[in-house]
């Protein structure tokens, strides 16, 4: 079983629906992994 599956069947929910959260995911990702370290290093 892959994973979409298994996790939608464990959610209860549809294959699409795991499929939209997981696009979501991906595309929100980049932006939290880099943070203004910069801006950070000044704060501290």
């Known amino acids: 079983m892959d994973m979409i599956k298994k996790i939608a069947s464990e959610l209860e929910v549809q294959a699409w ?10 595309e929100a990702i980049p932006y939290h ?6 801006k ?5």
């Open 17 to 26: 629906q795991v499929e939209a959260a997981v696009k979501l995911i991906d």
């Open 33 to 38: 992994l880099l943070p203004d370290t910069g």
């Open 40 to 44: 950070r290093q000044l704060e501290h």
